[in-house]
């Protein structure tokens, strides 16, 4: 006999979903990062399966969603970062360009 869902749970799952599709227009390689398969995505529309604890706790690490709000609703949907990863990985991706940009006038200059 099928376990019959309980609110709570399609509530948790229709967040879910409608973060994954809002991202998917943004980031592409989302269902990636977050791990989880198109299938699966399927089954939990067709209210057959649930997000596990492992795709709620990647979407708070890889997207900075608050796990409280996830669960529950209630709070604020992102948390407050410390830093932005992403302007992290920019200001590291610039620093590293003005170095070569430096090796590469330096290089011209001893020609």
Known sequence: MPV???EHTTEV???FLEEIDHLKRMYPGVIDRVG???SYISQIRG???SPT???LVNMCREYGYSGTWLLTG???KLQAP???PIEQRL???DAELKLLSAAMLQRKWEK
């Open 47 to 49: 209210g057959t399966r």
């Open 36 to 38: 989880i398969a198109a």
């Open 91 to 93: 200001e590291k991706i």
């Open 53 to 55: 604890i492992d795709h």
């Open 13 to 15: 799952a229709t967040r």
């Open 82 to 84: 410390e830093s932005d």
């Open 4 to 6: 019959k869902k309980n």
């Open 74 to 76: 209630s709070g604020t």
